[in-house]
């Protein structure tokens, strides 16, 4: 194939790439070209233990390997979320996986004679939109996946910025109202509290309390604790005026903070991903305005805001680009 | 000398570097090593146009470089304030020296036969503490300039970060108050509404008028007009409790927008310049505060929040350096 890699009398045709999620690994195998060959989804159970989990790794990596010749292969990539070393590939803390100073990469090694690197999930997630997505040819990017938390990637000058200690694009927890409500980090205030699908869920609570009418207690049986953003979602489609007021006030935060970020960074694009991005306009439509009306004209002039199109693919795409940027 | 270039049988020995400001055009000669030869101070004087100020920059690097054979000059590097093409070494937009779509690049090589650069003076101020100040050794740094404005410079990774159009680095213009008061830039709220020099001063005066007691209005003899942000320092040296106040809150939305910036880009260093900087830990304690309080824990034991070092000369040796690595 055209993008075949040749080293030392070798050629090395193929790439996987893994997305270590807290619920299940979703991994595929590629050519050099990018074109998925073959995937697989597995629960990760991350309640059965550190072990369990990295055999189930080992399982999708052997399942969409399996009619592929193994030195042909040219790596390993590993999106994970939580606090990683890049470098050593060291998962140090990552909540969902229940994981505290995992050596991912040598435990790995064990069972594969390729190279095997690893990186945060956002990172990989806006390298691979980078690569194949909806951010080609653009140099410098904000992801932004918005989920239960709000997480980011950067790219700039077309490399991922990890920071010294690779924690960098921890976007959900910029502080946006000072005083603002308690979030899970210790901070107050932070993006995360007020534009992720649990922070949806909760301004819509609040307000509920507060006597705003609207359709959504009937639509949960006056269950309040059933909210979720994807409740608020389908009361917005319904035109219920409270439910859009409230992914406006999500959508007003996040592009405030990102406003300034557009004048700070003076990016090309800044791309959103994950369950709450999928409102939309009703959302994104508040972060372009706020975007207009508070960043400088130059930098606000050239972003575009846009979704993420490679979808469940996009951080194990991401990973493999790692591998082949790498090897 | 240890440090000089050899290219083509030619020896290169010096660089020049000048600093254009609305007030004084700073110019220096330096050797390979960065040590500085010879230095001078001309009146910038825009408000004679445009000709004269390229005259100013032509006689006062002419002045620095009389003792240097020209064939031995690497390059002419200049730092200037507001929004540039770095590549063509185009001044867009300058309200301090009156200059739009100036070419300066182009104008100066009329006069001269090495190669000249031109780049933003915030980022040569970053790029000269990184080389020779505050920052050895440090790779990813946000740079703070406080005084009439609060500008900016970014070096990620070791290099210096422009954005796509050569706009980054605009940390005054992100919003701490998102209703707050109206900046200059068209938006609310901004940053450097609150703790440029200006800022304070209205921060003062707001508080006056609204009769908080203060020794202020007797050092500018009840007229609150006379306020500047360096009357509030003298008071505050003074222990004046509004004073004092005021640089803790000028101080406070520093590092709420800069403990997000710690969150978001896990920097190894903050390096503050400027009159407003001079105030030192008046400032700087509520900075370290907020950091501690607000960012996430690596990040924000990783960040060190310093002055710059360099004084006047940082621009003029950040612009040399940028002569050293581009020749």
Not at 95 to 106: D, F, G
Not at 115 to 123: G, K, L, R, T
Not at 164 to 174: L, M, Q, R
Request: proline share 3%.
């Amino acid at each position: 194939m055209a993008g075949d890699k040749r080293t030392r009398g070798q050629v090395l045709k193929y790439i996987i790439g893994v997305d270590l999620g807290g619920t299940k690994i979703h991994t595929i195998a590629i050519n050099y070209d990018g074109k998925i060959l073959s995937r697989i989804e597995l629960p990760t159970c991350p309640e059965r233990g550190t072990d369990f989990v990295i055999r189930q790794i080992v399982k999708s990596v052997n399942h969409v390997s399996k009619r592929i010749c193994k030195s042909e292969i040219a790596g390993l990539g590993i999106g994970t979320p939580g606090a990683i070393n890049s470098k050593k590939g060291i998962v140090h803390f990552a909540p969902n996986l229940h994981w505290r100073n995992v050596s991912l990469k040598k435990r790995l090694e064990k069972y594969f004679s390729f190279p095997i690197f690893v990186d945060n999930d956002a990172n990989l997630a806006a390298y691979g939109e980078q690569w194949l997505g909806s951010a080609k040819n653009v140099k410098n990017l904000i992801y932004v996946a918005m989920g239960t938390g709000v997480g980011g990637g950067l790219i700039f000058d077309g490399k991922i910025y990890r920071g010294v200690d690779d924690t960098a694009g921890e976007i959900g927890h910029v502080t946006v109202v000072p005083e603002g409500l308690p979030c899970g980090c210790g901070n107050r205030g932070c993006l995360e509290t007020y534009s992720s699908g649990p922070g949806i869920a909760n301004l819509a609570k609040d307000k509920i309390r507060k006597g705003y009418p609207s359709i959504i207690p009937k639509m949960v049986n006056n269950r309040l604790e059933k909210i979720t953003s994807l409740v608020v979602y389908q009361a917005a489609k319904r035109k219920d005026k409270l439910a859009l007021e409230i992914f406006r006030t999500a959508g007003t935060y996040l592009g405030i903070i990102l406003a300034g970020l557009v004048n700070l960074l003076n990016v090309e694009m800044i791309i959103f991903t994950g369950k709450v991005a999928k409102a939309g306009n009703l959302i994104f439509n508040s972060v372009r305005k706020e975007i207009k009306q508070r960043a400088l004209a130059v930098p606000a002039k050239r972003v575009r805001v846009v979704c993420g199109v490679l979808g469940q693919d996009a951080v194990a795409l991401g990973a493999c680009r790692l591998v082949k940027e790498n090897v």
